[in-house]
């Protein structure tokens, strides 16, 4: 009864620190260290940080640690006080399925919401005769290995994206890698490569200008990007999902209450309209999702992707 009656005031007593921790937080401003200036990342820290900070009452600075998987390098090794944040895409979690890093995405790091989604959209050259995607799988499988994809680099977003429709289709089609989207999207439209996954910012408008078309998109839903579209999974491969999404962690151990108002504020600002509209101009969603949500995205995507790289054996350049 004695150590019973020990145990509960010791655990009274760390829920009242805690409290009060999460009450006093923060004292000083906070750090949101991500990609390089420009970047995703860093439109996303710039929109969502300025009205955190004034919630918070304390500015917050964003640092830029250039791009891929330095941001979580850097983080990972910080104090676990909330003073220092992550935004970052799934290159944080992916990049250690392509290769070997400092940090476990699971292990080392908190997370705290997501904020955007991107669809990637699957475009083809004007001249390909296949207007769906049943008709491509049907006509990749009449033509095996004679069809091919744009990719703007190996590991990443659009050579995933088409890798598992390969999969899950059964179909076979050559990888064209690129350096860089723009180079990609130029050989598509002259026909020099068959498909490809794109952005839907760098998409729009070749496919309005009717440069080429939009097969499908990758999400689970239609999204408001690109409206009229549909979906890969409501076009003849069930069960098919890709996103581009960006959202912000802490690293672990960060105290359960900093984590929860972070979350709360956060999710707040992305309700609001302004900033919906600031992200849908750029070509995201604005999400918003608590972190045992958020962390199952990551563990399901870590998964579903690990199985696709190591099939292919595919790693990072």
Not at 94 to 112: A, E, H, M, Q
Not at 259 to 284: H, M, P, S, W, Y
């Amino acid at each position: 009864m004695k150590l019973a009656g020990t145990l509960a005031w010791l655990a009274l007593a760390l829920t009242a620190g805690g409290m009060a921790f999460a009450q006093e937080y923060p004292a000083r401003p906070i750090r949101i260290v991500t990609s390089e200036p420009g970047g995703g990342g860093d439109f996303i820290s710039r929109t969502i940080g300025q009205g955190v900070s004034a919630a918070l009452r304390q500015p917050i600075i964003i640092e830029n640690r250039g791009g891929g998987i330095l941001p979580a390098i850097y983080v990972a090794k910080t104090t676990a006080d909330g003073y220092t944040l992550l935004c970052a895409s799934g290159v944080m979690w992916i990049g250690p399925l392509l290769r070997s890093v400092s940090y476990d995405p699971v292990r080392d790091f908190s997370p705290i919401s997501l904020a955007v989604s991107s669809p990637n959209i699957l475009v083809a050259y004007s001249g390909l005769p296949a207007n769906s995607v049943k008709e491509l799988i049907a006509l990749a499988k009449a033509r095996p290995g004679q069809l091919n994809y744009a990719s703007a680099g190996t590991g990443g977003s659009a050579h995933l994206a088409a890798e598992l429709m390969k999969s899950m289709a059964g179909i076979d089609m050559t990888m064209i890698p690129y350096k860089g989207a723009g180079p990609a999207l130029i050989s598509l439209m002259a026909g020099e490569v068959h498909v490809m996954f794109a952005t839907a910012t760098a998409a729009m408008t070749h496919i309005q200008g009717r440069r080429m078309k939009a097969l499908a998109v990758t999400t689970a839903t239609p999204s408001a990007l690109v409206p009229n579209v549909p979906t890969l999974a409501a076009s003849g491969l069930p069960g098919y999902e890709f996103a581009t999404i960006t959202g912000f962690f802490a690293p672990a151990g960060t105290p359960a209450p900093i984590i929860r108002r972070l979350n709360a504020e956060i999710n707040r600002q992305l309700g609001l309209e302004d900033v919906r509209e600031k992200f849908l101009k750029t070509g995201v969603e604005p999400v918003g999702n608590t972190p045992a949500e958020y962390s199952k995205i990551m563990k399901d995507e870590m998964a579903r992707l690990g199985k696709i790289i190591r099939e292919k054996g595919i790693r990072a350049e």
